[in-house]
């Protein structure tokens, strides 16, 4: 079993920046793929970004060239880099691991809540 635990977020006025943070623990190995969904009221699930074990990523198309992904193997960590936010980025952002390149996620944190608003 694995657990994933988030922090980070918070209030943000829009144009600012959060990062955001993700730890496994417990079975960690083979951890494929590490990212983030964020989920919005009244709006389907949304991938932000995804990150394997040897570095490739992946964003979703409203945060391309805004967001960055970082993943520390030796950690189990990810982290989001969350810069010129916007108030439609406001969601509960969960991070998620799955040991398959493809295929669903196995396990979700929590969700940390990010709010974009002046």
């Given at each position: 079993?694995?657990?994933?635990?988030?922090?980070?977020?918070?209030?943000?006025?829009?144009?600012?920046?959060?990062?955001?943070?993700?730890?496994?623990?417990?079975?960690?190995?083979?951890?494929?793929?590490?990212?983030?969904?964020?989920?919005?009221?009244?709006?389907?699930?949304?991938?932000?970004?995804?990150?394997?074990?040897?570095?490739?990523?992946?964003?979703?198309?409203?945060?391309?060239?805004?967001?960055?992904?970082?993943?520390?193997?030796a950690?189990?960590?990810?982290?989001?880099?969350?810069?010129?936010?916007?108030?439609?980025?406001?969601?509960?952002?969960?991070?998620?691991?799955?040991?398959?390149?493809?295929?669903r996620?196995?396990?979700?944190?929590?969700?940390?809540?990010?709010?974009?608003?002046?």
């Open positions: 079993q694995v657990q994933l635990t988030e922090s980070g977020g918070g209030l943000v006025q829009p144009g600012g920046s959060l990062r955001l943070s993700c730890a496994a623990l417990g079975s960690i190995f083979r951890l494929n793929v590490m990212g983030w969904y964020r989920q919005a009221p009244g709006k389907q699930r949304e991938l932000v970004a995804r990150i394997t074990s040897d570095g490739s990523t992946n964003y979703g198309d409203s945060v391309k060239d805004r967001f960055t992904i970082s993943r520390d193997n950690k189990s960590t990810v982290d989001l880099q969350m810069n010129s936010l916007k108030p439609e980025d406001t969601a509960v952002y969960l991070c998620y691991a799955q040991r398959l390149s493809f295929g996620p196995d396990y979700w944190g929590q969700g940390t809540q990010v709010t974009v608003s002046s």
